[in-house]
């Protein structure tokens, strides 16, 4: 045969996690994130990872999340933030990304201080790439698999913990880029919950930081 078939994309899922697996607290709390975080080390390996994304995925809490924030910011990490195209996975649509009433108090505080330190001023077509993102409606592993047969680089999941979870329990990620922070949550919203049967799962890699924290990426085996 000398036709071949053309590769489909990657999915890959980026999340902070504790060390006893959640993603959030039992209130979607992130503060720990910001508390456990930071140096950069650990900021390197997030740019390396947006550099080779072609496109954002996440749930609509994320994106109101980050809309409310990411604009604003002079941190390394906003321009690939801002400028790779974004869906966001929604059945009902969304509202106004400013809406504050979305917002998470961790991703305010953080707002607060970025725009104390920096202010930065965003530009209309940083505005846009968060005010006009395409929206998936759709089934799930439709949407997914209509996007990884699309060109371009990876996929690149943000979460939030529901939107994550239905990812994993699909099976439709390939590779997981996590970053483990050294914090005990006790309890909080986990990243893997409702599998119906275990996943084994091959290391690729190991990252410490000067934080404390370490990224640990996987692929199914």
Not at 24 to 39: C, I, K, L, Q
């Amino acid at each position: 045969m000398t036709a071949t078939t053309a590769a489909k994309r990657k999915l890959v899922l980026k999340m902070s996690v504790s060390l006893d697996g959640f993603v959030a607290g039992p209130n979607g709390e992130a503060d720990w994130v910001f508390r456990t975080s930071g140096g950069d080390d650990s900021t390197r390996w997030v740019l390396d990872t947006l550099g080779d994304a072609g496109v954002h995925i996440m749930g609509s809490g994320s994106y109101y999340d980050m809309a409310a924030f990411w604009p604003y910011s002079e941190m390394p990490l906003a321009r690939p933030m801002n400028d790779i195209p974004k869906v966001i996975f929604s059945r009902h649509g969304l509202d106004d990304g400013t809406r504050g009433d979305q917002t998470t108090k961790a991703f305010a505080e953080a707002k607060a201080r970025n725009a104390e330190r920096h202010g930065a001023t965003p530009t209309v077509a940083v505005l846009d790439s968060w005010a006009r993102p395409t929206v998936a409606r759709g089934d799930l592993v439709e949407e997914i698999q209509r996007l990884k047969q699309q060109p371009g680089k990876y996929i690149l999941a943000h979460g939030g913990a529901r939107f994550a979870r239905s990812l994993v329990t699909s099976g439709l990620i390939d590779e997981y880029r996590l970053a483990i922070h050294p914090v005990i949550l006790g309890q909080g919203q986990p990243l893997f919950a409702g599998l119906g049967s275990p996943a084994d799962l091959r290391l690729l890699s190991v990252t410490p930081f000067s934080s404390g924290a370490m990224a640990v990426v996987y692929q199914p085996a």
